[in-house]
């Protein structure tokens, strides 16, 4: 299983970036993205499962959007209102019964 992430880079405050992770192999029940700042431990922002059913992080509800296309196999993230806080290296996730699964991350930096 390979999940391949892309979407990162460098933003203003109050901007938009949009994260994508494609996955190979079988569909996976629940997709998501999870965040690790520095010096702070790695944290869910947003999940999404095969049918749909989303739930996020407190401190990013209203602002992300999590989303996903399971013919492509794919989950994004659509991230809007960006603040500094959310500076992070951001990691596609996937689970199923075979197993749960991590990409390679991808940096996301929100200046002032």
């Known amino acids: 299983v390979q999940l391949q992430a892309s979407g990162g880079g460098l933003v203003q405050a109050g901007g938009s970036l949009r994260l994508s992770c494609a996955a190979s192999?079988?569909?996976?029940?629940?997709m998501g993205w999870y965040r690790q700042a520095p010096g702070k431990q790695r944290e869910l922002v947003a999940r999404?499962?095969?049918?749909?059913?989303?739930n996020y992080a407190d401190s990013v509800k209203g602002r992300f959007t999590i989303s996903r296309e399971n013919a492509k196999n794919t989950v994004y993230l659509q991230m809007n209102s960006l603040k500094p806080e959310d500076t992070a290296v951001y990691y596609c996730?996937?689970?199923?019964?075979?197993?749960?699964?991590w990409g390679q991350g991808t940096l996301v930096t929100v200046s002032s």
């Open positions: 996730n996937a689970a199923n019964n075979l197993g749960n699964y």
């Open positions: 192999g079988s569909i996976f029940s629940i």
């Open positions: 999404i499962t095969v049918g749909d059913s989303t």
